[in-house]
């Protein structure tokens, strides 16, 4: 949505797909790269990866990586999805907004889906601009493994309307949860609070659409199969260090993300 926007504001050109990617990670668990780089490919657009390193604090690490991409790129708006503020340490604003300001001029944010109404962003995507739009990564206990690689149709956004309605637990079930533990929220239909992590296949702006097609499961590891043979990665968070109050997870969280699948083009010769 932030990109359909981007795109559509003439006093903007969009050149490049940015990723922030701590040093030492081979992939992203909510994002594969080789997904990422389908979407560039048919976007027509540089995906670049700016390395976070790991011995220097994590908002440095940003600043610098922001510099670069000021200094050496020459880019000068840096354009974000957030929809609302994280807890972030140290942070009361936007982080990249934050960040972008201690670079030190000559780079800005814009932040097109700042305080936006999440139904609408989702009604505009996926009813009225038709986006092929996946679920990249889930995590419980407002999904399960079903619902990853499953594509967010108005069957899906009408389960995840009644999901943001309804908290899932009654008072006496949160006894000794922490005031910060996710559970104790309604479903944040942009995923806000880490519930989910999507991917457009495809729509208006792309070439061609991107298929993500199973492989034959092999039954290894922690690795188990979801409705459209796509085998998933599962995981589960462990107890938090020293005591900390997690708002992002809980001890025994269970979140589930693309494995091992296949990538590859279709509808090649589309017309936009």
């Given amino acids: 949505m932030a990109l359909l926007k981007c795109w559509r504001d003439p006093s903007l050109h969009v050149t490049d797909l940015v990723v922030f990617q701590p040093e030492g990670k081979a992939d992203l668990e909510a994002h594969p790269k080789r997904i990422m780089q389908a979407q560039a490919d048919s976007l027509g657009l540089t995906l670049r990866f700016m ?9 440095d690490g940003y600043v610098n990586a922001i510099k670069e991409l000021r200094d ?3 880019i000068r708006v840096i354009a974000t999805g957030d929809m609302d503020l994280v807890e ?39 009813l009225e601009e ?11 206990p407002w999904f399960d493994e079903s619902w990853c690689g499953k594509t967010i ?3 899906t956004f009408r389960t995840m309307i009644s999901m943001s309605e309804n908290l899932g637990f009654e008072k006496d079930e949160m006894a000794g949860w922490g005031a910060k533990d996710p559970r104790r929220k309604k479903l944040d239909l942009g995923g806000e609070n880490g519930e989910y992590h999507s991917m457009v296949l495809d729509g208006p702006l792309y070439k061609h659409g991107i298929e993500i ?8 590891g922690n690795k188990s199969q979801c409705h459209n043979s796509i ?28 494995g091992t699948f296949i990538v590859r083009t279709k509808n090649v010769d589309k017309q936009q």
């Fill in 213 to 220: 097609l199973g492989v034959p499961a092999t039954g290894n």
């Fill in 51 to 59: 390395t976070l390193p790991s011995n220097i604090p994590y908002r």
């Fill in 231 to 258: 085998q998933l990665l599962t995981t589960v968070s462990g107890p938090a260090k020293n005591g900390e109050d997690r708002w992002w997870t809980y001890d025994g969280q269970t979140r589930w993300s693309l």
């Fill in 88 to 126: 972030i340490e140290n942070s009361s604003d936007n982080y990249i907004k934050e960040c972008c300001a201690m670079a030190g001029g000559g780079i800005r944010t814009y932040l097109p889906l700042w305080k936006a109404d999440r139904a609408e962003c989702l009604t505009t995507l996926v």
């Fill in 153 to 155: 149709d108005a069957e």
């Fill in 130 to 140: 038709g986006y092929e739009i996946v679920f990249s990564c889930v995590k419980s």
């Fill in 72 to 74: 050496v790129h020459n």
